[in-house]
């Protein structure tokens, strides 16, 4: 798809400076790179909300993981 997996010593503002380098060659579609975007804000603001909510806390390393795979069905089936 074009996005790695965040590696234990990247930060989450290295992976989507990366990510945005990418779509700008054009090695992503750009539809495919909002969509990433999109899907990323989505569970950020989820994880915000169980966080401040329900007091659940989520590893950073799931959190990605999740994206990644929930923005993979979203470019698939939309």
């Known amino acids: ?5 965040m590696t234990h010593g990247d930060t989450l503002t290295e ?5 945005f380098r990418g ?20 569970h950020i603001l989820k994880q915000r909300n169980a966080r ?7 590893p950073l390393q799931v959190l990605a993981y999740r994206i990644l795979e929930e923005s993979t069905l979203w470019i698939k089936f939309c």
Do not use: D, P, Q, Y
């Not at 992976?15 to 990510?19: G, P, Q, V, Y």
């Not at 779509?23 to 989505?42: D, E, I, P, Y």
């Not at 401040?52 to 989520?58: A, N, P, S, T, V």
């Open 15 to 19: 992976t989507w400076e990366a990510s």
């Open 52 to 58: 401040i909510f329900r007091g659940e806390h989520l």
């Open 1 to 5: 798809m074009g996005i790695g997996i």
């Open 23 to 42: 779509a700008v060659r054009g090695s992503m579609k750009k539809g495919h790179w909002l969509t990433n975007f999109l899907c990323a804000f989505w």
